[in-house]
């Protein structure tokens, strides 16, 4: 559990310590999303000279494609965050360290509870057959190991220096390059076209950046099967992360530049609930998460207070709830090992 002035003075302490480590710029605060941090450790922007210019007309392009989209849930302010570090996604000590850690408990905790709903067991690809679209996919760092499981995985961003990245690192594992298809653009505008066609949908670190969440959530529904499961890892609406979020990571220990967390974007875990109900989703689970940035881990806890991630099973004929009986540890392991990522 979370709270109390024991636990706040030690978090400072251990986001303080890391700060002085590092020479004022240490990992993401507990909860970093891709592309959030703007600047490198030397304070300055991170481009690569010869493509800089290409990159940013090209970002340029599909920020005006999306403003001139009557309705998208899709926010041009935060795209602005993320296109700067598009080349950095796959660097695994340094802006998105964070989010790679992360898939040791996010990767288990889909996988698991998918087999759990009646999906078959396959040594070596569990989720074989299962079709997942991972929402706000970035550079890949999630939908690879979903296609190592040998799940299909359709990745979707809005931003193309995303999808080009994913798309690179993707084409290094041919059995990869088979599994996952990157598609830049926003969950609106493939809607008519994937109305109940996927299995799972992922959007992970994703919720507390759309521009219109009701419409986020109904394109989220219209495009999964019924009995299909919802998976959302983001940050709560809390006075807690407010102080662990902004004031600390922020203003005191300077993790991350003064202005990346907008704290009246969080979504309380109500919220989503209230939202997945009037879109014919049930929540079946929610679980707390958090980061230590002393080990760079994360690691269930009972609180949510802080981040938290959050299973959904769209109503239908299909439907169902979890009966089978859970993993047994050497399935589980076995699994792990196959989701492993190479990077």
Not at 80 to 88: N, V
């Amino acid at each position: 559990m979370l709270g109390g002035g024991g636990t706040l003075r030690a978090f400072v302490r251990a986001l303080s310590g890391r700060r002085a480590a590092g020479g004022g710029h240490g990992e993401p605060s507990c909860r970093t999303h891709p592309a959030r941090a703007l600047l490198d450790r030397s304070g300055k922007v991170r481009l690569n000279p010869s493509s800089a210019a290409t990159d940013l007309n090209g970002s340029m392009a599909t920020v005006r494609r999306l403003l001139s989209t009557s309705q998208s849930s899709v926010d041009p302010k935060e795209m602005r965050k993320f296109q700067l570090l598009a080349h950095r996604w796959w660097d695994e000590q340094g802006e998105y360290s964070a989010l790679h850690s992360m898939n040791d408990i996010r990767v288990p905790f889909i996988r698991d509870t998918v087999l759990n709903m009646g999906s078959a067991y396959q040594r070596g690809s569990p989720l074989s057959g299962v079709k997942i679209l991972d929402v706000g996919c970035g550079g890949g760092l999630l939908s690879e190991p979903l296609g190592r499981l040998g799940a299909s995985v359709t990745g979707i961003d809005p931003l193309e220096e995303n999808i080009r990245a994913a798309d690179q690192h993707k084409s290094f594992d041919p059995v990869l390059a088979k599994r996952i298809q990157y598609k830049c653009g926003s969950l609106e505008e493939i809607v008519e076209e994937s109305v109940e066609t996927f299995d799972v949908i992922v959007a992970s670190e994703v919720v507390e950046h759309v521009a219109d969440l009701e419409m986020f959530i109904k394109c989220c529904s219209q495009v999964l099967k019924p009995g299909g499961s919802l998976f959302i890892t983001t940050i709560n609406k809390t006075q807690l992360s407010y102080i662990l979020g902004i004031v600390v990571a922020e203003k005191i220990a300077g993790i991350v530049p003064e202005g990346t967390h907008e704290w009246e974007k969080f979504v309380p875990p109500e919220e989503l609930e209230r939202l997945l109900e009037a879109n014919s989703c049930s929540v079946k689970t929610v679980n707390g998460m958090l980061y230590n940035p002393l080990t760079g881990s994360w690691s269930w806890i009972e609180s949510t207070s802080i981040n938290y991630a959050l299973h959904a099973v769209k109503s239908g004929d299909q439907a169902q709830t979890s009966q089978t009986e859970p993993l047994s540890e050497m399935e589980s392991e076995q699994c792990s090992a196959t989701a492993g990522t190479s990077v």
